[in-house]
């Protein structure tokens, strides 16, 4: 089992800046994808982000390319959102998740969206 807790989100005025960490609790497997998604009040959860821990892989939504920047420091096992120029259709509720890679499996297995661990969450306000 691996706990994810997420922490970073504040209210910012648009153009700021917010940097979102998750730290993991442990590795059980030796790759992993690992991503951001948000919800908004009302919306569907979409995904802003992910990577793969093995190396390459990197996704970003639309909404995001350009903007948001996802990282990885794998000594500390903690995942990052960097977000710049932030609009106030960033508010969200963003959360952390992460899936095994099996052994067989590369960057391809992250395409898929399902997610087995996930944090609580931590909240983004942007207002204008």
């Known amino acids: 089992q691996v706990h994810l807790l997420e922490s970073g989100g504040d209210s910012v005025q648009t153009g700021g800046s917010l940097r979102l960490s998750c730290a993991a609790s442990?590795?059980?497997?030796?790759?992993?994808?690992m991503g951001w998604f948000r919800q908004a009040l009302g919306k569907e959860r979409e995904v802003v982000a992910y990577?793969?821990?093995?190396?390459?892989?990197?996704y970003y939504a639309d909404s995001a390319e350009g903007r948001f920047t996802i990282s990885l420091d794998d000594t500390k096992r903690t995942l990052y959102l960097q977000m710049n120029s932030l609009q106030p259709e960033d508010t969200a509720r963003y959360y952390c998740?992460?899936?095994?890679?099996?052994?067989?499996?590369?960057?391809?297995?992250?395409?898929?969206?399902?997610?087995?661990?996930w944090g609580q969450g931590t909240q983004v306000t942007v207002s204008s």
């Open positions: 998740a992460a899936k095994g890679v099996p052994v067989y499996a590369g960057s391809w297995y992250c395409v898929d969206l399902e997610y087995t661990y």
């Open positions: 442990q590795y059980t497997s030796a790759n992993y994808c």
């Open positions: 990577l793969y821990t093995g190396g390459g892989g990197t």
